[in-house]
């Protein structure tokens, strides 16, 4: 079965940094572009950083762009994202993200995990 799980939100206060994890069963990373997305209260769900699996480039929204770093560790089947210099409109649920392309494209989600900037 495939499947995505994140690990790591939490509280943090403004300028802190989180390391989100999104564990991978079922794929193998290094075949598929994976991203990040994120909602805050009351907006849509936005994309906010991805990772080719084609050529390994990255793409960031301006919003995090110099501040989270996108990566993933395939001997671990894992994906993260590197957050640092977090600010209170970085709170949010974040999800991980992957797209198997095919007949029919499939699209995974994890569950999501809370983050919190707050003083």
């Known amino acids: 079965q495939l499947q995505l799980v994140e690990s790591g939100g939490g509280l943090v206060q403004p300028g802190g940094s989180l390391r989100l994890s999104c564990a991978a069963s079922g794929f193998d990373l290094d075949y598929y572009t994976t991203a990040w997305f994120r909602q805050a209260p009351g907006k849509e769900r936005e994309g906010i950083s991805c990772?080719?699996?084609?050529?390994?480039?990255?793409y960031y929204a301006d919003s995090v762009k110099g501040r989270f770093t996108i990566s993933r560790d395939s001997a671990k089947h894992t994906m993260y994202l590197q957050m640092s210099r977090l600010k209170p409109e970085d709170t949010a649920i974040y999800y991980c993200?992957?797209?198997?392309?095919?007949?029919?494209?499939?699209?995974?989600w994890g569950q999501g995990t809370q983050v919190t900037v707050s003083a």
């Open positions: 990772l080719s699996s084609s050529d390994s480039s990255t």
């Open positions: 993200n992957v797209v198997v392309p095919g007949p029919v494209e499939s699209i995974y």
